[in-house]
């Protein structure tokens, strides 16, 4: 009989398609359910062979990361392969390698290869081995009153109280077990308990197989709970949960970002006022200090001459006309150039922050797509943008929701027009990793640049950065290519917002006063 890897290895080197439907694979006219036994055998724990639809689903996901190619497995209810099996067997398959030393002869019980419009037909096996014994064992009937006998002997057994051995007993514990279960039973589901208490640290991978055909309503059990599991729908996964499209987190972030606001200015109010000078007889009275240091008490005073209440008696001889009074400056007095930065202000107050965007159509994210990523946490391709019919723009308003009020940003592309009161306004910057973007900006070396606003370099997560990138004061935004991920969207914007914020909190305040001290 035809052996499924075999025409598996030929369909592969020959380009020819594998037909998966209705649980089985087709090779042209020949025919194998999706669970018989290839000849590739693991290299861990028993040596176990693999079965068709493991070996077929692992060659369909070649190309994919191994953690990736798990989750597929797990989405389309697969059996996996071992990441250190992976190699040998692409490269049987593809024709790299003739031979494997994982590949063994294997010889099924029934004939499941068929031609079609065909009958089944069995065949004759002189010398099956372990693996086709215990699909033997799994395809027999269990007769339902020996399972609900050995169930019940079980759970007498269990409910059993714990009593201690002593030494005595300690080593014919294991005989007189009663007459529910045998030593061997009772071994092996020691045994089971330990491998599940081992299960809830470490993967599967790492847990050599117990042999478990032995406990008849165990093996029924674990037969129709793998029917229950294929027919179930999965309805969540960890990707569908961490993407709450639904559910925004700004009011939070919001609160934290007023209440660190509210912080600052506290500390900057108290450290503005200026304490009086301390006065050392601020609480003795008057009269008790004169009579405490002169002897004579307030005969002594009149003697003197000495008027307590702050001058001496002959103080009215002193000419004090010619003291001069100071003079107070008239508002025309005022300097022009202070008259000038407070009409600024006021025009400044009034400006709109700039965020500046590469113009090349290759960069991640430029006038064409930039407005669904601020606004929305959605990144959409600049290309689909522009295939789509999209207008280039060469300024566009972003709107904002924050605090309850609607801010307003400015988003440019080129730089050329910007004056020095303009540049003032930047407060964030896209860049490509590259100095000659900075040609003709305000300021082009870019410890300079990045002292006066925020830089940011937005790249997928599999792409490396380059050198420059890791020596400037920049931070990283990172996408994904797989649709799976495409919330890392969603975080990059809300990670964008959370500095653009700070910076402009600690830095630029003052220019944008009424969205960010309201």
């Known amino acids: 009989m035809a052996d499924p890897l075999t025409l598996l290895r030929e369909f592969t080197k020959n380009k020819r398609p594998v037909i998966f439907e ?205 029917e229950i599991i294929a027919r179930e729908k999965l309805l969540r996964t960890r990707n569908s949960i961490l993407q709450s499209n639904k559910k925004h987190f700004t009011s939070i972030i919001d609160t934290v970002t007023r209440t660190m606001r509210t912080d600052a200015l506290k500390s900057s109010e108290q450290k503005s006022e200026v304490k009086p000078a301390y006065d050392r007889y601020g609480d003795v009275h008057e009269t008790q200090f004169w009579k405490s240091k002169l002897k004579g008490g307030n005969d002594t005073i009149e003697e003197l001459g000495i008027d307590t209440r702050g001058g001496f008696a002959d103080m009215g001889k002193l000419d004090v006309t010619n003291i001069s009074q100071p003079k107070q400056k008239s508002k025309q007095e005022i300097p022009k150039s202070s008259q000038k930065v407070e009409q600024k202000k006021k025009v400044d107050k009034d400006a709109l922050p700039i965020i500046i965007v590469p113009a090349a159509l290759t960069a991640l ?4 797509n930039i407005r669904e990523f601020l606004q929305d946490g959605v990144f959409v391709s600049a290309v689909e943008k522009k295939n789509s019919g999209s207008k280039r723009e060469n300024s566009t308003i972003i709107e904002r929701k924050k605090g309850g009020q609607v801010l307003k940003y400015q988003v440019i592309d080129n730089t050329q027009k910007l004056s020095k009161s ?97």
């Not at 994210?365 to 064409?368: G, I, K, V």
Request: proline share 4%.
């Open 422 to 518: 303009d540049w003032d306004n930047v407060v964030a910057a896209f860049v490509l990793g590259a100095t000659w973007q900075f040609k003709g900006w305000a300021w082009e070396n870019p410890a300079d640049l990045f002292s006066h606003m925020v830089g940011f370099y937005i790249h997928h997560e599999d792409e490396k950065i380059p050198p420059l990138i890791t020596n400037w004061s920049v931070k990283e935004l990172k996408l994904s290519k797989l649709k799976a991920k495409s919330h890392m969207a969603q975080t990059a914007s809300v990670d964008f917002w959370k500095f653009v914020d700070s910076h402009i909190r600690f830095h630029k305040a003052e220019r944008f006063l009424q969205a960010y001290h309201g």
């Open 365 to 368: 994210l430029n006038m064409y």
């Open 22 to 226: 209705n649980e089985q694979f087709r090779f042209d006219g020949i025919t194998f359910p999706r669970d018989v036994i290839t000849g590739f055998h693991s290299h861990k724990g028993e040596r176990q062979p693999y079965t068709l639809d493991a070996v077929w689903f692992m060659l369909k996901n070649a190309d994919l990361k191994y953690t990736d190619y798990l989750t597929e497995c797990r989405k389309y209810n697969f059996p996996r392969i071992s990441l250190i099996d992976k190699r040998d067997l692409i490269s049987y398959l593809t024709g790299e390698t003739d031979s494997c030393t994982s590949i063994k002869a294997v010889s099924l019980p029934v004939a499941l290869a068929s031609r079609e419009k065909s009958e089944l037909k069995e065949v004759e096996v002189e010398k099956p081995d372990i693996e086709v014994e215990r699909a033997t064992k799994k395809q027999k009937v269990i007769d339902d009153k020996s399972l609900i006998e050995e169930k019940k002997k079980l759970a007498e057994k269990l409910n059993q109280p714990k009593v201690k051995p002593t030494n005595s007993d300690s080593n014919s514990s294991n005989v007189n077990l009663g007459s529910g279960l045998d030593a061997e039973k009772v071994t092996q589901l020691r045994k089971m308990r330990l491998l599940h208490k081992r299960s809830q640290v470490k993967d599967d991978e790492d847990i050599p197989s117990i042999e478990t055909s032995e406990i008849k309503f165990i093996e029924a059990d674990a037969a129709i709970t793998k």
